[in-house]
């Protein structure tokens, strides 16, 4: 569907949107974050009913972080979302949907470039925050599957690679949340995120996928 021709659609330009979140659902499969592009609680991410999985996902474009201060556009219909950002080469486009048990990510460029994926995993259930579990990660050339006692779950890039670098370590994504005057109801906390390694693709459409099986559709 073409956010354009959705009269439901809700369009935040960057000065709009510092507080906003919004929620792709589907099945008790969801994703939680906020319109500019930040998952700055605990409660952002990717969940599987009251089963976390992912903590963040990020994307180095031409060697510069996607992040807030170059976030311009939020689009949202319901269905998928939209993130426009603008860097030196031009504008980059971000757009996120559902499909069963995964969530897929599609990231236009206007030119080739080099792009390196960050995905930080945090399989926990809802009602704890570090919780030590011991991660196992099996990877292929375009993927990766990590799991632990509790849950499993995949990441992939289309056509790009996977280098295995894992690495954890406790940071405290709530203190957005807090600045944004969340914390009187959302019980911020410090959390965990095991990072299995790093995706790298070169091209102007890549296309990430993260879920309880691999899943490649349209986006």
């Keep these: 569907m073409d956010m354009k021709d959705s009269l439901q659609a809700i369009e935040l330009k960057k000065k709009f949107s510092r507080d906003k979140t919004y929620l792709l659902s589907k099945n008790g499969f969801f994703l939680f974050r906020f ?3 930040v998952f700055g609680s605990k409660w952002c991410g990717i969940w599987d009913l009251d089963k976390k999985l992912i903590e963040y996902f990020a994307f180095k474009v031409g060697g510069v972080w996607l992040s807030p201060l170059n976030f311009k ?5 319901g269905v998928q979302a939209l993130h426009e950002y603008e860097i ?10 559902l499909d069963e048990g995964s969530v897929m990510v599609e990231l236009r460029t206007p030119k080739k470039v080099e792009i390196e994926v960050e995905v930080g995993v945090n399989i926990r259930k809802r009602c704890e925050n570090v919780h030590r579990r011991t991660y196992t990660l099996v990877s292929g050339e375009d993927r990766v599957r990590v799991m632990n006692e509790i849950g499993v779950v995949e990441i992939g890039v ?8 894992p690495r954890r370590e ?4 709530g203190l957005y949340a ?4 969340y914390d009187f109801r959302w019980y911020e906390e410090m959390q965990e995120k095991f990072i299995p390694g790093i995706f790298r693709f070169r091209g102007k459409r890549m296309v990430l996928w993260i ?3 691999k899943k490649i559709g349209e986006v």
């Design 35 to 37: 319109a500019n592009g």
């Design 73 to 77: 556009r939020f689009v949202y219909d």
């Design 88 to 97: 030196e080469m031009g504008k980059i486009v971000e757009k996120v949907c």
């Design 158 to 165: 289309e056509k790009g690679n996977f280098i295995p670098e």
């Design 170 to 173: 406790v940071h405290f994504p």
């Design 178 to 181: 807090i600045e944004q005057g």
């Design 211 to 213: 879920g309880k099986k």
